[in-house]
Structure formats: C-alpha cells, structure tokens
C-alpha cells in the first residue's frame, strides 16, 4: 500500500515537473519570435520580403485573434479570469507591419477587433488600478448584477467577433 502511494506520488510530481518544462520550452519560443521581430524592427528592415512571410505573420495575427474569441467565449459560459489573463492583449506583429501584410480593409477588421475587445476589458475586467478583477458580484443568471452583465456582453461580444474574424477570413 505504502509503495503505491509513493509510486503515485513521485509520478505525479513527475508529471508536473515534465508539464512545467513544456511551459518552459512554450514560453521561450514565443519570447524567441517577439525577439525576431523587434530586432527586425530595430534593424528598420522589413521583415516581409516573401509571401510566405507575409502568410506566417498572418497566420500568427489570426491565430492570437481566435485566442482571444475563445477567451470571451469562455465568460460567456461562466466566469474564467485565468482565461482573461492569459488572452492576447495586443497583436505580435506591429500595427505598421500589420498594414503592409493586410489590405485597407482586413487591417481596419484587425483593428477593430482589437479595439472592441480592449474595450471589453477596460468596462469589465480592469479595476481602477489596472488589475484584472477576480470577484464579479451577483450571479451569472441575473442580468442586472455584474457577474450577469459580464456574461451577456460576453455572449454578444462572441457575435460581433464572428462577424469581424468571417470578414477577415474572407479570403478574396
């Protein structure tokens, strides 16, 4: 008995160690892109010298955009701060490379997209000092408490975000 629950315990703690190294190596290839990118920007060369940069970067900024639709999601299904926290809050790529790689119109989608969501954050999740919030009073089914006007922004955000990413993947 005594071996099996030392046998779990060391498994367990192996398996954190081994999730924990994944965070690791997950973070330092972000921060390894953010750093090609500003030293890019440093070096005032433009990063966009194939379409296929061009489709990278792309595929990056579309991708931060759906994580961030699936944050929202997730608070309108019920409250996910660490969600929130964790979502994108800016694009990688920066705003003057965005217009070069986008259309007029796709880069004003982007920017809208952001904008909106920014927005969201600043009426419903920041505190007055900049923090998050981890405490929304009320509950979630009555739409006149805070916690109940979250999650119905939520819901209605999700639209507006579907509109904006099927407008940006329209890809004629």
Request: net charge negative.
């Amino acid at each position: 008995m005594w071996l099996w629950v030392i046998s779990s315990s060391l498994l367990v703690i192996f398996l954190t160690q081994l999730f924990i190294v994944y965070l690791l190596l997950k973070r330092d290839k972000r921060m390894e892109a953010e750093k090609l990118v500003e030293r890019h920007n440093k070096l005032n060369k433009p990063l966009i010298e194939q379409e296929e940069d061009k489709d990278e970067m792309r595929r990056t900024v579309e991708l931060q955009l759906l994580r961030i639709r699936n944050a929202v999601q997730k608070q309108a299904e019920g409250i996910h701060q660490k969600e929130m926290e964790l979502a994108p809050k800016e694009t990688i790529i920066p705003e003057e490379t965005l217009e070069v790689i986008y259309s007029e119109e796709k880069f004003n989608t982007i920017m809208t997209f952001m904008d909106t969501f920014n927005n969201y954050l600043n009426r419903f999740w920041y505190t007055k000092n900049g923090h998050l919030k981890t405490v929304f009073p009320g509950t979630p089914d009555n739409k006149e408490s805070e916690a109940g006007r979250l999650i119905q922004r939520s819901h209605e955000l999700c639209h507006e975000m579907d509109i904006l990413l099927s407008s940006l993947f329209n890809r004629s």
